[in-house]
């Protein structure tokens, strides 16, 4: 098969989301359990990553069950960016799939305070053709609508086109729409697909 598009998601496949560890970096770790129960493990977590949530809305949300950590509610969503790193060996993936000329895209769900400071910061998002982001489009992965939006936007063949993403439930909705999907929760697996299938011989 010749690939000429690949899609990357961009937390646990470009940025290192393991949000415990995050957390932990940012407070102790009992602050730490009670962030993540409150903030990622509620439903609204995915509403903010949607755009249907502002974070204004979403630190009243997230704070309501502990009123007395919503200073740390708010520096956690203003300021996560600062603590998430950089998977490198996948982004050094992205240089050389650009300089081998693919079409390369971001479809990724992120609310959008947080992913401007993200593309702001590194400049390795500057060589995506097209960046979809979830509050962006008011769509989120795993619903086909924002895989079938990206095919669309970009006239992208899915037989053609390559997804990587941490998530196996996002990499299932895209071989159901006959796209290249590559569950990828470690660059191990990135980098065995590159190899045996994107990697062009100089």
């Not at 940012?26 to 509403?47: I, P, Q, S």
């Not at 593309?119 to 895989?147: A, Q």
Request: charged fraction near 30%; glycine fraction near 2%.
């Amino acid at each position: 098969m010749c690939y000429k598009n690949v899609i990357f998601d961009v937390g646990g496949v470009l940025l290192d989301w393991k949000p415990m560890k995050l957390l932990t970096a940012m407070f102790d770790e009992k602050k730490a359990v009670l962030l993540k129960k409150n903030m990622m493990d509620t439903e609204y977590w995915a509403e903010l990553d949607r755009g249907s949530l502002s974070l204004d809305q979403a630190v009243e949300l997230f704070s309501k069950n502990i009123p007395e950590l919503k200073k740390e509610i708010k520096f956690a969503l203003k300021g996560f960016i600062d603590y998430l790193p950089v998977i490198e060996e996948n982004v050094e993936i992205i240089y050389k799939l650009f300089e081998d000329n693919y079409r390369l895209f971001v479809l990724s769900n992120f609310h959008s305070e947080s992913f401007h400071k993200a593309y702001n910061k590194y400049d390795f998002f500057k060589m995506f053709e097209g960046l979809i982001i979830s509050s962006h489009v008011k769509m989120i992965k795993p619903e086909k609508e924002i895989y079938c939006y990206i095919l669309n936007e970009y006239k992208l063949n899915p037989a053609e086109t390559v997804f990587f993403d941490d998530s196996e439930e996002n990499v299932k909705t895209a071989l159901d729409l006959n796209i290249v999907g590559v569950h990828t929760p470690t660059p191990r697996e990135l980098r065995t697909f590159y190899n045996n299938h994107l990697k062009r011989v100089r």
